[in-house]
């Protein structure tokens, strides 16, 4: 499934301090107290709090500009785009302070117990070819590019994204190009009772937690 970035629609957050745009959501149709897990995209337009999400897990990466993250009180941690995806309990207080204006970022929140999620930024000179299994796998775009599988190609423009399901009998294989491009992968895993994939909440980045 193709989500086109062009579809998505601005909500202004509760303090005023930015906007998001939601790119999935499960259950669908799910509000901010019901999902079991988001991925949306969000402009950080002034320094303030974030909402907290208790019983949530947090992975956030920069898309564009620098942000200051502080968690719980602790020291701030400059995040930029070349930094490493930051995961951290949205049950912790949180505020930042945008350093450029607007800062763009990519949220992935998973409801503890139920979902866990792994956050990479990829490159197509690095990972040209993904192997994907997770239950759910989301590939956002920075920039145009094509992925190609079996069943043919899919064409992205920047912040795009393709959404795709687990397979059942074998990887789903995808070929990316052109060779330059940046992209996002967003694997999702439900929780059985024993599964603990990714090795758990910060696993996939810098570790933000008390």
Known sequence: MILRAAGRSAVPWKNGGGITREVAVHPPGSDLGSF??????????????????????????????????????????????????????GDLAAAAEPLDSPVADLNVMTRRGRFAARLRRCSAVRDPVLRLQADTTLLLALAPLTARSASGATQLGALDALRLGAQQHAPLVLYIDPPATDFYLIEIERLGQHAVPFGGVGASGTALTS
Request: proline share 11%.
């Open 36 to 89: 079991d897990w988001r991925v949306s995209l969000a402009e950080v337009r002034s320094p303030g709090p974030f909402s907290t999400f208790p019983g949530i897990d947090r992975h956030l990466a920069l898309i564009s500009g620098r942000l200051l993250l502080r968690i719980a009180g602790e020291e701030a941690v400059l995040l930029t785009p070349a930094s490493e995806p930051c995961d951290f309990p």
